[in-house]
T-cell receptor, first 115, second 111 residues
Framework: EAGVAQSPRYKIIEKRQSVAFWCNPI?????LYWYQQILGQGPKLLIQ????????DSQLPKDRFSAERLKGVDSTLKIQPAKLEDSAVYLC?????????????FGQGTRLTVV | DAKTTQPNSMESNEEEPVHLPCNHS???????IHWYRQLPSQGPEYVIH???SNVNNRMASLAIAEDRKSSTLILHRATLRDAAVYYC????????????FGAGTRLFVKA
């Protein structure tokens, strides 16, 4: 079974530039999550999709971050414009369903450095 | 959302059992207890989860206290590959992975 695919693995941009991350979840997984992980901290949920609808985006900085999941499969997360404090690893995860009894599978993440 | 409390770090000798504790005193009746681990430069990896009863799988065992306010992840024989950050998190059975990851427990394994 193929895992969660993310690209790119690494990205370096200057502040005020834009950047986009892509995620392809495990086939058949209805739920998709984007997390931000700052060095030394645990992952922080940014947004959660159920199919192509947003379930929770309460911690997404909507003035600069946006995310979409077209057709309920792939997803993109965009930052525009980037700030120095956005430097982090962005993790995508998926799960078969929303219920608490199902596990989530994580991709390897995209490491973003804003200079 | 209910939170969990874990020690910052623990150390173990190779091939010895490891007991990683987690406190979750504000757990609700529908919360599942999940454990994930994260190796350097990788995304978190699912380890095990449970609701009320103890659980075993090929990776580990999960012991859940009777009042569900604490749990313990048990690695039966630690190997060097088990050195990672271990996260204990609660996931609402009603839906939503609005899971709050803490800082986790960094496990060091000595050869």
């Amino acid at each position: 079974e193929a895992g969660v695919a993310q690209s790119p693995r690494y990205k370096i941009i200057e502040k005020r530039q834009s950047v986009a991350f892509w995620c392809n979840p495990i086939s058949g997984h209805a739920t998709l999550y984007w997390y931000q992980q700052i060095l030394g901290q645990g992952p922080k949920l940014l947004i959660q999709f159920q199919n192509n609808g947003v379930v929770d985006d309460s911690q997404l900085p909507k003035d600069r971050f946006s995310a979409e999941r077209l057709k309920g499969v792939d997803s993109t997360l965009k930052i525009q414009p980037a700030k120095l404090e956005d430097s982090a690893v962005y993790l995508c995860a998926s799960s078969l369903a929303v219920g608490g009894g199902t596990e989530a599978f994580f991709g390897q993440g995209t490491r973003l450095t804003v200079v | 959302d209910a939170k969990t409390t874990q020690p910052n770090s623990m150390e173990s000798n190779e091939e010895e059992p490891v007991h990683l504790p987690c406190n979750h005193s504000t757990i609700s009746g529908t919360d599942y207890i999940h454990w994930y681990r994260q190796l350097p430069s990788q995304g978190p990896e699912y380890v095990i989860h449970g609701l009320t009863s103890n659980v075993n799988n090929r990776m580990a065992s999960l012991a859940i206290a009777e009042d569900r306010k604490s749990s313990t992840l048990i690695l039966h024989r630690a190997t060097l590959r088990d050195a990672a950050v271990y996260y204990c998190i609660l996931r609402d059975g009603g839906g939503g992975f609005k899971t709050i990851f803490g800082a986790g427990t960094r496990l060091f394994v000595k050869a």
